[in-house]
């Protein structure tokens, strides 16, 4: 259980040019930022107490990967918080104080993350952050955030151990140990006949490696034959060597744990050596933006979900018209968690300003008293009911399957939600 204590303790895409299209052409503009704000007063000033910028604003950092072969995911959860931004402060923000959220790029690595972090805490003076994109980076940020005593909330971080990196780390983002192994299941109801597999997992990512352990244990315990284990980094653009190890074993079954762009690719490469059975892809495979790297190849790819924009509530309704009528397709998963990293600090805000004024609290005291009540709230999102372990794991019911459908051009597709 985690104790709040008194005093704080003091991936390339395709080619490089594809890369710098998204890094110039997609990149989204950042909403505009707040600047330095003065320490508070004794008595408590407005600019102190509400983070960075003015009275009139309470100032949410978002430290995702806007740049990098990270940026096809983060540019979608760029996409939801902002339409979070939108929809609350429709609704009239923290009561009448509207919310400002402060971008700041982690680029894909650590270092850019730390950075990204530090100016968030120290010179943004947000009240929390939602962030960062890869469980890499949130093993080595995250902490820096705990010592300051800033709530984080991680949108997309499935490693194992989030949640335990100190007293103000949760997540929206259920771990892969519980979303992981739906998609092998549905793979054997899509061919009861698998028995042999092959895995293949990015290396240098936190993320993968965790979830191919997941993966592992999945295939073993379903009595299934781990054929072989094939390891690559998420820079990779040739897999040639690994695909070809991997079917002379004759797989009935491959399953990728790795990013959008390095697993697009090796999707793509499969396929094209021969490959004709079932690919499940991991949760960094999860966006639509893979659609752009394996084309028609990524047809029929398995991936679980821990979001289908079909689910039946009111916020979830909202989001998705929002998220359709901006980019004409359905919203992902990651859209959908970064909007519900946004929701719970607005409904946590809003809780704790009924109680007593948020204005009037010290930016150190709101943080705290902040990160308190996001652990104890429950929330009706779009990603369904969620609440939160006294520890900061979410507590989530509902969980998916998809399959990859593409259309006959081989340029567009979606998600087919299994029944």
């Given at each position: 259980m985690k104790k709040l204590t008194a005093c704080p303790s003091g991936l390339f895409i395709i080619c490089a040019s594809l890369l710098l299209a998204c890094s110039q052409a997609n990149t989204p503009q950042t909403s505009t930022t707040a600047s330095p704000a003065t320490s508070p007063s004794p008595g408590a000033s407005p600019e102190g107490s509400l983070g960075g910028g003015s009275s009139n604003t309470i100032s949410i950092g978002i430290g995702v990967a806007q740049t990098s072969n990270v940026a096809l995911l983060g540019q979608e959860q760029v996409a939801g918080a902002k339409i979070a931004e939108k929809y609350f402060n429709d609704k009239g923000g923290v009561d009448g104080t509207r919310i400002k959220l402060v971008f700041q790029d982690t680029g894909g690595d650590e270092q850019g993350t730390i950075n990204a972090f530090n100016t968030l805490i120290n010179q943004d003076?947000?009240?929390?952050?939602?962030?960062?994109?890869?469980s890499q980076q949130a093993?080595?940020?995250?902490?820096?955030?705990?010592?300051?005593?800033?709530?984080?909330?991680?949108?997309s971080n499935t490693a194992k151990g989030i949640p335990q990196i100190g007293d103000y780390v949760a997540r929206v983002s259920a771990p892969v140990a519980v979303v992981a192994p739906n998609a092998v299941k549905a793979a054997l109801k899509q061919n009861p006949n698998i028995k042999k597999v092959a895995v293949f997992f990015a290396q240098n990512d936190a993320f993968s490696k965790s979830e191919t352990e997941t993966f592992q244990t999945t295939v073993k315990n379903m009595g299934l034959e781990l054929?072989?284990?094939q390891k690559f980094l998420t820079t990779d653009t040739d897999f040639q060597s690994q695909a070809t190890n991997a079917i002379n074993v004759k797989p009935d079954l491959i399953i990728i744990s790795g990013l959008a762009a390095d697993g697009g690719n090796l999707i793509k490469q499969l396929r094209e050596l021969g490959y004709k059975g079932v690919i499940i892809g991991g949760n960094g495979l999860n966006t639509s933006?893979?659609?752009?790297?394996?084309?028609?190849?990524?047809?029929g790819v398995l991936i679980a979900?821990?979001?289908?924009?079909?689910?039946?509530?009111?916020v979830n309704k909202a989001f998705r018209d929002a998220y359709r009528a901006q980019f004409k397709k359905?919203?992902?998963?990651?859209?959908?968690?970064?909007?519900?990293?946004?929701?719970?600090?607005?409904?946590?805000l809003k809780a704790l300003n009924a109680k007593s004024k948020v204005s009037e609290k010290p930016l150190a005291q709101l943080r705290t008293n902040l990160n308190q009540q996001l652990l104890g709230g429950k929330y009706d999102t779009p990603l369904g009911e969620i609440s939160f372990t006294p520890e900061g794991e979410i507590n989530q019911k509902e969980f998916y399957v998809a399959r990859i459908k593409m259309e006959a051009d081989g340029n567009n597709g979606k998600f087919e939600f299994l029944k």
């Open positions: 003076k947000v009240v929390g952050i939602v962030g960062p994109t890869l093993f080595s940020a995250d902490p820096i955030a705990d010592r300051a005593q800033v709530p984080v909330i991680a949108p054929a072989t284990v933006n893979v659609f752009a790297v394996c084309k028609a190849l990524c047809d979900q821990a979001y289908s924009p079909e689910y039946e509530n009111e359905e919203p992902p998963q990651f859209s959908a968690q970064a909007f519900t990293g946004v929701q719970v600090f607005v409904e946590s």
